[in-house]
């Protein structure tokens, strides 16, 4: 798997594939996201977001589809 890139794109859950074209880098919770996070020495950023909560919908607006807190968590953090 690549983990320079958002992968949502694969990911079954309708909820997850709206996130698919953020750019933050985007991993399905797996073994492989959690040894990449290891191998890599990354913290693993944790959006637990529902499709009906309005304040998640507000971080994907304002922050998880801006280029530069983007680069910020993809450079920082292994995010799922």
């Not at 959690?34 to 977001?49: P, Q, T, V, W």
């Not at 530069?68 to 450079?75: K, P, S, T, V």
Request: with cysteine; glycine share 4%.
């Amino acid at each position: 798997m690549v983990f320079t890139q958002n992968n949502l794109g694969k990911a079954s859950s309708p909820y997850l594939q709206q996130h698919k074209d953020n750019p933050v880098w985007w991993q399905e919770w797996d073994e492989s996201v959690l040894e990449h996070a290891r191998s890599e020495n990354k913290i693993i950023f944790a959006s637990i977001g529902y499709s009906t909560c309005h304040w998640c919908h507000v971080m994907a607006r304002e922050a998880f589809n801006n280029k530069e807190i983007a680069g910020y968590l993809n450079a920082n953090f292994v995010s799922i």
